[in-house]
């Protein structure tokens, strides 16, 4: 079992920046991948970005060249920095964990959330 609590959410304008991170406890030697979604009221959850303990990352196409994922494996944490920030980047955004057990089976886990309100 992994538990995920996510911080680094707030009001920003426009164009600036905000640091979210991820601390993960628990089974953490299970985890495979980390990655960060987000969520608005009425829509689905989306990938943001994700990375796998090897450094392989993935962006959705809506932040690439602006967000950038990182992982500290020694300290069991994930971070995503959002530069140039725009208004549709307003979100709950989610911390994700997948780990795989010794049978080879998948199982995700999730933070609580932290609320990113970007301003025009």
């Known amino acids: 079992q992994v538990q995920l609590v996510e911080s680094g959410g707030g009001l920003v304008q426009a164009g600036g920046s905000l640091r979210l991170s991820c601390a993960a406890s628990g089974s953490t030697r299970s985890i495979n991948g980390m990655g960060w979604y987000r969520q608005a009221p009425g829509k689905q959850r989306g990938l943001v970005a994700s990375?796998?303990?090897?450094?392989?990352?993935n962006y959705a196409d809506s932040v690439k060249g602006r967000f950038t994922i990182s992982r500290d494996n020694a300290k069991n944490m994930v971070y995503l920095q959002m530069n140039s920030l725009k208004p549709e980047d307003t979100d709950v955004y989610y911390c994700?964990?997948?780990?795989?057990?010794?049978?080879?089976?998948?199982?995700?886990?999730w933070g609580k959330g932290t609320l990113v309100t970007v301003s025009s």
């Open positions: 994700n964990s997948r780990t795989i057990d010794v049978a080879g089976e998948l199982m995700d886990y």
């Open positions: 990375i796998r303990a090897g450094g392989t990352t």
